[in-house]
C-alpha cells in the first residue's frame, strides 16, 4: 500500500486543445484510505482514475506512489489492482484458481498462497464455491470473483474500483456495499473508487471527492457534503432533492431576503460583486404560519403527499424551493406562509462557492 | 377504457392472469411491480400491439380488443430513447403533427409550446446524437404529447437516465399530466416513482393484479403482505409475533410487547415501514435494538440495515449517520404505525392515516 500524490496534474485529450478534461490538481490520497470520485458522466472521474492506474498519461504534471515518480510506467509496472464494470474471470478455472492467479504471478505458492486465497474468499462468502468452475456461477457471483481477484495481493500500492456494481442485481447491492466496507476494515487496502451514484459512493467512502467539469469541486466525508456542501453542485447532486438555493441581498452586514435580516453559519462577508444565495436543505426548511425570526414570508405553491414525507413547493420572492417535512409534522395550507431557515442549517454562497 | 378478464398466454406460460382494470380516464395509472411482473406485457395490449388470449378492452362501449394499433389514438414511449436520428430535436417533435397533416404555423406554436415546457428550447436545431440521454428522453416524451393521443403509454420512460435527471423529470412530468386531457398509463418497478406521480396505482405481480385503486390509498392500506411488500422501498420490514389477547399486545420471539389493534388470530405478522423507524427514543416508542449490517449512506438519508435474532430490518432515517459495522444499534417505532397480517396474509389492522 502506498499513499499516492498527485502534483499538478491535469489533462486534455488530444483534439481538445482547450477543454481540460481534468483541470490541474494536487492532491494526495492517504494509505490505507477509502476514497469515492463522484460526479456525473464526463465530469472527469474516470479519467483522473487511469492517471493514476497509468492507462492515460497526463498532458501535464507528477503521479508519484510513496514518493517514487511512476508518470511514466505502464500499469503493469505500478503496482495496483484494477475491477472493472464487467466480471474479468477465466472462465475454463476453478474460483481457487482465479483468486490465485495474480498471487502465483508473483511467485506465491504452497500454504502461503492457500491460506490468503481462503482468507479473501471467506470474507466474499466464496469458501464454498472455491473448487468449482467459474463457468457456473451468476453474473453476481463472477463479480465477486473479480472482487476477491483485486484484493488478494496485500502488496499492492492501490486497489482501483471502476463502477464494480453495475452488474449487480439491486437486491444484492446493499450486501456487496456491506463486503467493500467490511473489506476495507479487515484488509486495510488503499482504495479508489469510481462511481456515479452517490448512495456507492457515500456509504464505501470515508472520503468522497466530488467532481464536475473536469474539476475536484470538494473532499470530504458523506457528512460534510451533506451538511456543509463548499460548492452549489455539491449541494445540488448529493441529496434528493438537491439544497435550495435562495436569491438573496447583502444589506449593512447580513444577507436579506426581500428585506428580512436572515442569519447563517457563514461568518465572514461574501466578495463585493459576486451573485449571492442561501443554501437551505429542503429537509430543514420549517414552515410556519406566522412570522418570527429568521423567517421569509413565502408562498406554498403546491403541496404533496408522498407516503413516506411530504413535498411542498415554495415561491421564496424569485426563487424556488422544496420543504420536505416528515408526515407526521402538521400539514401546510397552500397560499402565504413564512419558511425559518435554521441558522446552523443554512450558508451564504458567493456565486458556486460557500463563504465560510 | 376498462379491461375485463385479460389473459395472455406466451407457449405454456400464462404472462397476464384475469386482469381487471379501469383505467381513471385524463388521470395518471401507475402499473407498479417488479421485473417480469407483467406491466410491459399489458401495456402492449392497451396499446394493440399484442392480442390477449382472452378478455375484452373497452373504451366505453365500444370493444377495441384486436383493433390495431394504427387504428387507435394512442402515443407509447419506450425504456430506450427513441428519436429519428436523421431529423433535428424540432422535426423529431412536429413529425406526428406533420403525419396529421397539421399547418405550418400549427405545427410551430405545438412544437415551440411543448418544448418551453419539457425545457428544450435551446436544443431545437440539434440532432439526437448531440443531445445528452435527459434530453433524448424528454425529445422522445415531447413527440408523443406532440400526438396529443387521449392514452399515453410511458414503459419505465426514467429507468436509463441517471438519478438526478429522473428527480427532475418524476416532478415535471406529474405537472405535465395535471391538466387531465390524457390518460396516462406509466409503468414503473420503483413505489417512490409511484408516490410521486400520485394518482392511481395498480399493483402487478406474476401476471396478476395484486390491488389497485387511489394511489395513497393502496399504499397507506394494503389489502395484503404481498401488496404491502409490492409497494414497499426498501423492502417492508416483517416480524413473526404470538398474540396476547388479553393485554392486545404483539409479542416478539424476543419478548418484546407492543400495543396492537383488537385481533381474533394468535400468530400475526407484523409489518413496519423503513421510514417509521427513529434512532431517538421517546415515551410511547418501543425499542427494537440489533446489530449494525451497514449504513447505507444515500445522499439525504441512511438505510440502516439491523441484524436481529428474529428479523433482519431496514431503517430509513433522515440525515447521514455514520455507523460502524456490527455496531449495536438500537431503533425506535410507533406501536401505531405497525401493520398485521394473518398467517394468510391478509391485512388485519392498519395505521390510521
Known amino acids: 500500500m502506498a499513499r499516492i500524490d498527485l502534483e499538478d496534474v491535469g489533462h486534455r485529450y488530444a483534439g481538445a486543445a482547450d477543454a481540460w478534461a481534468l483541470r490541474p490538481m494536487t492532491m494526495t490520497w492517504s494509505d490505507g484510505g477509502a476514497y469515492a470520485l463522484l460526479g456525473p458522466s464526463g465530469c472527469g472521474k474516470t479519467t483522473l482514475l487511469n492517471i493514476i492506474s497509468g492507462l492515460i498519461a497526463p498532458s501535464r504534471g507528477r503521479v508519484s506512489f510513496d514518493g517514487r515518480d511512476v508518470t511514466a510506467l505502464a500499469p503493469e509496472a505500478r503496482n495496483i489492482a484494477q475491477v472493472f464494470q464487467f466480471p474479468v474471470v477465466y472462465d475454463t478455472m476453478t474460483v481457487f484458481d482465479n483468486l490465485a492467479f495474480p498471487l502465483r504471478n508473483r511467485g506465491w505458492s504452497g500454504a502461503r498462497l492457500r491460506q490468503r486465497v481462503e482468507e479473501v474468499a471467506d470474507i466474499l462468502e466464496l469458501r464454498p464455491d472455491l473448487p468449482r468452475r467459474a463457468r457456473a456461477l451468476s453474473a453476481d457471483q463472477k463479480q465477486k470473483i473479480s472482487l476477491g481477484r483485486g484484493l488478494v495481493r496485500p502488496d499492492v500500492a492501490a486497489v482501483l474500483f471502476d463502477e464494480p456494481l453495475t452488474v449487480i442485481d439491486p437486491h444484492l447491492k446493499w450486501l456487496l456495499r456491506r463486503k467493500l466496507k467490511q473489506i476495507h476494515q479487515q484488509l486495510k487496502l488503499s482504495l479508489l473508487y469510481v462511481t456515479h451514484d452517490q448512495t456507492e459512493a457515500l456509504t464505501f467512502a470515508d472520503q468522497v471527492v466530488v467532481m464536475s467539469q473536469g474539476e475536484i469541486v470538494q473532499v470530504g466525508t458523506p457528512e460534510a457534503l451533506f451538511e456543509t456542501p463548499a460548492h452549489r453542485f455539491v449541494g445540488h447532486f448529493i441529496g434528493s432533492p438537491g439544497m435550495n438555493f435562495l436569491a438573496c441581498d447583502w444589506t449593512a452586514g447580513a444577507a436579506t431576503i426581500g428585506g428580512v435580516r436572515v442569519e447563517t453559519s457563514s461568518k465572514q462577508a461574501p466578495p463585493a460583486g459576486a451573485k449571492l444565495s442561501i443554501g437551505v436543505r429542503p429537509e430543514y426548511l420549517e414552515l410556519a404560519p406566522t412570522p418570527g425570526a429568521n423567517c421569509v414570508p413565502v408562498r406554498v405553491a403546491a403541496i404533496q403527499d408522498q407516503g413516506i414525507h411530504t413535498m411542498v413547493r415554495l415561491e421564496v420572492g424569485a426563487s424556488f424551493a422544496w420543504a420536505k417535512l416528515r408526515t407526521t409534522s402538521a400539514a401546510p395550507t397552500p397560499g402565504s406562509a413564512f419558511a425559518r431557515l435554521p441558522p446552523a442549517r443554512c450558508a451564504l454562497y458567493a456565486d458556486e462557492r460557500r463563504v465560510a | ?353
Not at chain 2, 225 to 237: K, T
Not at chain 2, 255 to 281: W, Y
Request: charged share 20%; glycine share 8%; with cysteine.
Open chain 2, 1 to 353: 377504457m376498462r379491461l375485463s378478464g385479460i389473459h395472455y398466454r406466451v407457449g405454456s406460460e400464462l404472462w397476464l392472469e384475469d386482469i381487471d382494470l379501469s383505467l381513471a380516464k385524463g388521470g395518471i395509472n401507475v402499473l407498479l411491480g417488479a421485473t417480469l411482473a407483467g406491466k410491459t406485457t399489458l401495456l402492449r395490449i392497451m396499446a394493440g400491439l399484442d392480442r390477449p388470449t382472452a378478455g375484452r378492452l373497452l373504451a366505453g362501449d365500444i370493444d377495441l380488443t384486436g383493433v390495431p394499433v394504427r387504428q387507435r389514438n394512442v402515443a407509447m414511449v419506450y425504456q430506450q430513447f427513441i428519436n429519428y436520428p436523421s431529423l433535428t430535436v424540432y422535426e423529431n417533435i412536429a413529425s406526428p403533427l406533420r403525419v396529421a397533416r397539421r399547418n405550418e404555423a400549427e405545427i410551430r406554436t405545438r412544437v415551440t409550446a411543448l418544448a418551453e415546457t419539457l425545457r428544450l428550447t435551446p436544443f431545437l436545431s440539434r440532432y439526437p446524437a448531440e443531445l445528452s440521454g435527459g434530453q433524448q428522453q424528454r425529445t422522445a416524451l415531447a413527440r408523443a404529447l406532440a400526438k396529443d393521443a387521449e392514452l399515453l403509454l410511458l414503459d419505465e420512460p426514467l429507468i436509463n437516465l441517471d438519478y438526478k435527471l429522473r428527480e427532475e423529470l418524476r416532478a415535471e412530468l406529474a405537472q405535465l399530466f395535471a391538466d387531465g386531457r390524457t390518460t396516462v398509463v406509466y409503468a414503473t418497478t420503483e413505489p417512490l416513482e409511484a408516490l410521486q406521480l400520485g394518482g392511481y396505482t395498480t399493483l402487478l405481480a406474476a401476471g396478476r393484479v395484486l390491488q389497485s385503486g387511489p394511489t395513497m390509498q393502496v399504499f397507506r392500506r394494503p389489502a395484503t403482505l404481498a401488496a404491502a411488500r409490492a409497494f414497499s422501498d426498501p423492502p417492508l420490514n416483517v416480524i413473526p409475533a404470538r398474540v396476547d389477547a388479553r393485554n392486545h399486545e404483539a409479542v416478539l420471539p424476543d419478548g418484546v410487547r407492543l400495543p396492537i389493534a383488537p385481533t381474533q388470530a394468535s400468530e400475526i405478522v407484523l409489518g413496519i415501514r423503513a421510514h417509521e423507524f427513529s434512532l431517538a427514543g421517546a415515551s410511547g416508542l418501543t425499542a427494537l435494538s440489533g446489530r449494525v449490517e451497514l449504513a447505507e449512506i444515500s445522499g439525504s438519508e441512511t438505510f440502516i440495515h439491523l441484524a436481529r435474532d428474529d428479523a433482519r430490518l431496514v431503517a430509513l432515517i433522515p440525515g447521514v449517520h455514520d455507523l460502524a459495522l456490527n455496531e449495536p444499534c438500537t431503533l425506535y417505532v410507533r406501536p401505531a404505525s405497525l401493520y398485521g397480517f394473518d398467517s394468510s396474509g391478509r391485512l388485519l389492522f392498519a395505521p390510521e392515516s
